[in-house]
């Protein structure tokens, strides 16, 4: 990745938390003229019950073999939470690997029936936010449910798809976070290099967010969105893995607000495509009755 050597995604991590405790979480006096932002690494060290020498050589590469005792400890005073917490582990445990020859990501054939039967907005996904197949549905809600969209790339430059989300700042948070789960120490494969390298180019917003080495489960929830058409929708989401892609389904609560506009939502879909499937070019020549 750009902001760091692919050999020290340990190191990046723990500089990363600590530069975002403060003393006071850790429970340390403020101080004054504190040049770094967050905690010392020797007031890291000192919290963790490890020499400062030894914390350095961490955070540096020098040592990537830390006992999962002190990576606990450290877990503990950078406040993490269980999924960072298996996430920094995961860094320690990692080894080094080859590169991934590309490889395009398969959506299995039962999978396009289970999307064409689904009365409600359903696609697939891959490990990158790549949207590989999707509904009618998925189609009428967002246009950036197509098959070829990036769901991250949408979310970052693509104007309507900040309007569409009520909380955009949210909902940039925890892809880029999720991203970065889901990479874990898996820097080298070439579709992850690629999507990195061009947000980091083209969105101020991921660099800072990247920046932050934050990370987050995207599974189920609920997100309320700003449909150009039938306007706020309240909908849960969930996730459902299928071989090596996930099958993600949006719906609301029944009989609620959401439903009657998701049902509107449908048949205006399917008067468009309808529409659409007997229209002909103006200059068509109509066939000659005989």
Known sequence: MKDEPADN??????????????????????GGNRRVPGLRREEVALLAGISPDYYLRLERGRDKNPSP???????RVLNLDDVERTYLLGLAAARPRAPRRKRPEHVPARVHQLLAHLQ????????AFDVLASNPMAVALSPRLRPGENRLRSLLLDPEEQAFQQDWAKATADFVAALRTTIGDDTRNPRF???????????????????????????????????????????????????DVILVVYYPDKDSDSDEKLHLLAALSHTESTDTAHSRPADTPRPKTP
């Open 193 to 243: 290099v690629e999507l990195v390298g061009e947000l980091a180019l083209s969105s101020q917003r991921f660099r800072t967010l990247w920046a932050r080495h934050d990370v987050r489960n995207l599974d189920g929830g609920t997100t309320t969105v700003d449909h150009p058409v039938v306007g706020e929708l309240r909908l849960h989401r969930d996730k459902l893995p299928i071989d």
């Open 120 to 127: 409600i907005p359903a696609f697939v996904e891959g490990r």
């Open 69 to 75: 005792q002190v990576l606990e400890s450290l877990a």
């Open 9 to 30: 995604q340990l190191g990046s991590y723990l500089r990363a938390r600590r530069e975002l405790i403060s003393p006071a979480q850790a429970g340390l006096p403020p």
